[in-house]
C-alpha cells in the first residue's frame, strides 16, 4: 500500500510504480498476443520503454505529494511551509542558522589561504568553506616548523614568541661538534624543561613547535641561523548547508579546494552546530 496512511505517508519509489506499471501492461495487453505467449514489458520491449519513459514523473508526482503532506507536519516542514504553519500559533519561526568550526590550516610560509576554499569530511560528507582569507605568515599563528640553515660550532641558535604582553626567547648553544640533529635535539629538549605553553617534537630535519592552547595565537622570529618552513594558523569555516551539523574534532580533513603550498587543514575541536 502507499500514500495517506494511519501510519502516516508511505511512498511508493520508482522501482514499484515500474513493477506495477508492467503488471497493469500485462493485463492490458494480454489479448493482443497469441495464446501461451505473455504481453513483453522488458526495457527492450516498447511497451517497456514507454513504461520507462513515464514511470519518473509519477515517482516526481508521489514526492511532490510526501513534501504537501509534510508540509503540514511541525516536525517536518520547511521554508515557507513552516513559516505558513506556525502563523496558525500566531508565532513565527527562528532563522536557521549555519554550522562553523575553527579550523587548522598547515602549509608552505606565506601561503595564501583564500575564502571561500573548501574543506569537507570524509566521514561525514558535509563540506565547509573558509570565512576569510588566511596568510600562513609567523605572526599570530599557533605554530611553525623550524629548519637548521648553517650549521657552526658553539654558536647560539633561538627563536621568540610573542603574545600580547611578553616575549619569550628559547636558545641553545650547539656543541663543538654541531650537527643538525643535536642542534634541533637540543632546542626540543630547551622547550620541554622551560617552556610549558610550547609543544616540539622533531620530524625528519625539522622541528615541529606547536602552542599547546592552539588558540593562544604568538608572533613568531628565529635567528638568522634558523628558517621557519612551514606554519599553522587558525582560521574559520561556515558550513554549506543550514542546520545541525554535528562533527567531532579532527575529522575535517579533506582539502576539496587544493591550493599550492596549503598542505593540510583539520578541525581542532568539536564544531559549534547550527539550527
Do not use: C
Amino acid at each position: 500500500m502507499a500514500g495517506v496512511e494511519n501510519t502516516g505517508f508511505v511512498l511508493k519509489r520508482l522501482p514499484e510504480i515500474l513493477l506495477e506499471l508492467r503488471q497493469q501492461g500485462v493485463n492490458l495487453f494480454q489479448d493482443l498476443v497469441a495464446p501461451g505467449e505473455v504481453t513483453d514489458t522488458s526495457d527492450s520491449s516498447t511497451l517497456g520503454r514507454l513504461i520507462a519513459l513515464v514511470s519518473p514523473s509519477d515517482a516526481d508526482l508521489w514526492e511532490a505529494a510526501q513534501e504537501v503532506y509534510a508540509a503540514f507536519d511541525p516536525n517536518a516542514a520547511t521554508g515557507i511551509a513552516l513559516d505558513n504553519l506556525v502563523a496558525y500559533a500566531g508565532i513565527t519561526r527562528i532563522e536557521q542558522t549555519f554550522t562553523t568550526t575553527p579550523l587548522l590550516l598547515t602549509g608552505d610560509i606565506n601561503t595564501f589561504i583564500t575564502a571561500g576554499s573548501v574543506v569537507g569530511s570524509d566521514i561525514t560528507g558535509n563540506n565547509f568553506t573558509t570565512v576569510s582569507g588566511v596568510g600562513l605568515t609567523p605572526d599570530f599563528a599557533s605554530g611553525i616548523t623550524i629548519s637548521v640553515l648553517t650549521v657552526a660550532n658553539s654558536t647560539a641558535y633561538s627563536f621568540t614568541y610573542a603574545g600580547n604582553t611578553s616575549t619569550q626567547t628559547v636558545s641553545i648553544t650547539s656543541s663543538v661538534s654541531a650537527t643538525v640533529a643535536n642542534i634541533l635535539s637540543a632546542l626540543q629538549a630547551q622547550i620541554a624543561s622551560a617552556h610549558p605553553t610550547l609543544s616540539a617534537s622533531v620530524v625528519g630535519e625539522t622541528l615541529v613547535v606547536n602552542r599547546v592552547d592552539l588558540f593562544q595565537r604568538v608572533t613568531f622570529a628565529v635567528s638568522p641561523n634558523l628558517g621557519i618552513t612551514k606554519v599553522r594558523k587558525i582560521g574559520e569555516a561556515v558550513a554549506e548547508d543550514a542546520g545541525p551539523l554535528p562533527q567531532q574534532a579532527n575529522t575535517i580533513t579533506k582539502i576539496v579546494t587544493p591550493i599550492l603550498g596549503w598542505d593540510s587543514v583539520t578541525n581542532p575541536i568539536a564544531i559549534v552546530t547550527g539550527k
